[in-house]
């Protein structure tokens, strides 16, 4: 049986006032969309409507009061959010039934009333950000969408269908965004959207003027400014790529991470890798040479972690086929590795496929790239003992009741949030907080996780 797909709660967003009001209305929507929302072009198909206001002027106020009077009346589930947010009791005054009132640049309050108002839906099938994310992410990392939809149609997805073909975001837009973020405390930006390649290929890569010089919507160019931000401390900011697929000019990237302006860090969904699944798939950029690729990334870049995710008991996988793949992991080596199995989901092109592969089938064949892949990356993380990493703290522990040491969670720069492992440390010292950076010392490791202290002066 196919699984079905949730309906994601759709926002409708009203935004007032200047260019500033625009790009900060724009955020929060990069944010819901980020959180599995979906957007309603008219009242009438929303769940919540945003109302962005301008309280700059008395026109102002008075056109935003509008706005907020049009949307009760044709919706009634309103969010109120700007400027005039600062005046919430003449809000409130007017309009006893809206839901929330939050002031300008309140962007986690306001996420936060919508997601009260309307809980997201969490989708294993569409949502690019893992299920725990659909929290608020920490101050100290966020996700940057770059764009929307995807001009693939592999057999397995729906997307194309349910969000369109893709739409990339101005790069000055992405670029200010992640600005913000930065300055707003972020230590590490990770970049998301379907198909993070292909970005700018919709737009023709676009350049736009940023600081000065032009820069193109270009996966590249994305990468290259990212890694000059700087936080108000004057820190770099790890910079993470997801969904990267192996067209030739990601070749380019892998300099700006030797050169450490980016975070050697690669997830690139490669999904199979027996050439008759790929192509059953439809996946893009399938080709023989990747293994030699990855070898040569390797050898730009020795630190490179390549992240994947498989699928096994894709209709018609031969048991050759699934061996072809196992021989490729022994190969490819790749650090982190996610697998699942096939499933099919309502309206994928795949469910017609013939020779469907058994449940038992698919079952055993997880469990084999399972223990495959949990060896490679047992054996990747025992080769880090000894060695110094510098680390991101997610959460920092309670002291311990006997001697007072404190612990915390931290990440490598191996390890993206909520999908990767973690590094535990033992004897942080006090006043430490999450978003520290600092190098720690590797002590030991598991399949998945490692485990260390800082680094003594
Ligand atoms: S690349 Fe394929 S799997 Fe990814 S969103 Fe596009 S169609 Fe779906």
Same mark, same amino acid.
Request: glycine share 0%; net charge negative; aromatic share 0%.
């Given at each position: 049986m196919a699984t079905k797909f949730p309906d994601a709660p759709k926002i409708g967003m009203v935004s007032l006032g200047c260019p500033k009001n625009l790009v900060d209305s724009e955020r929060i929507l990069t944010k819901l969309r980020s959180d599995g929302y979906q957007m309603s072009a008219d009242y009438a198909g929303a769940d919540v409507v945003l109302v962005n206001t301008c309280g700059f002027l008395d026109s102002a106020k008075e056109e935003s009061l509008e706005a907020i009077g049009e949307a009760m009346a044709e919706n009634g589930r309103v969010i109120v959010t700007g400027c005039m947010g600062d005046e919430a009791d003449l809000i409130r005054a007017k309009f006893p039934q809206v839901l929330a009132v939050t002031g300008a640049h309140q962007y986690e309050q306001v996420v936060n009333a919508v997601h009260d108002a309307s809980p997201p839906v969490p989708n294993a099938f569409v949502d690019l950000v893992p299920e725990g994310g659909l929290k608020l992410t920490p101050r100290h990392y966020s996700y940057l969408k770059i764009s929307e939809g995807c001009n693939h149609r592999c057999s397995f997805c729906i997307i194309p269908s349910i969000r369109g073909d893709l739409v990339s975001r101005r790069i000055d837009a992405v670029l200010r965004e992640a600005e913000k973020l930065v300055q707003a405390g972020t230590k590490e930006l990770l970049v998301i959207s379907q198909d993070t390649s292909a970005y700018g290929v919709d737009t023709r890569h676009d350049p736009r003027q940023w600081k000065g010089r032009e820069v193109r919507a270009h996966m590249t160019d994305l990468a290259r400014e990212l890694g000059q931000l700087r936080t108000a401390e004057g820190v770099a900011p790890w910079v993470r790529l997801h969904y990267v697929y192996p067209y030739p000019h990601v070749d380019q990237v892998i300099p700006l991470m030797a050169d450490g302006l980016l975070t050697p860090y690669l997830d690139i969904p490669f999904q199979h890798a027996a050439p008759s699944v790929l192509k059953a798939m439809k996946r893009p950029a399938n080709e023989a040479k990747v293994l030699d690729r990855i070898h040569k990334w390797r050898a730009i870049c020795p630190d490179i972690t390549i992240r994947s995710t498989f699928v096994v008991g894709f209709p018609g996988e031969t048991e050759a086929d699934f061996q072809y793949l196992l021989d490729w992991l022994d190969e490819a080596q790749l650090d982190r590795v996610g697998a699942f199995r096939f499933e099919p989901v309502e309206g994928a092109p795949a469910n017609a496929l013939p020779n469907p592969v058994p449940e038992a089938v698919k079952e055993e064949r997880y469990q084999r790239i399972m223990e495959k892949t949990a060896a490679i990356s047992a054996a990747k993380l025992q080769a880090k003992i000894g060695r110094v990493l510098p680390v991101i703290i997610d959460e920092v522990g309670e002291? /311990? @009741? @006997? /001697?007072g040491s404190i612990g915390a969670t931290a990440r490598s720069q191996a390890d993206a949030p909520e999908i990767d492992g973690n590094v535990f440390l033992r004897d942080v010292g006090e006043g430490r907080k999450a978003g520290d950076m600092f190098d720690v010392v590797i002590e030991d490791a598991d399949e998945h996780d490692l485990y260390g202290a800082p680094v003594q002066d």
């Open positions: 002291p /311990d @009741e @006997e /001697d």
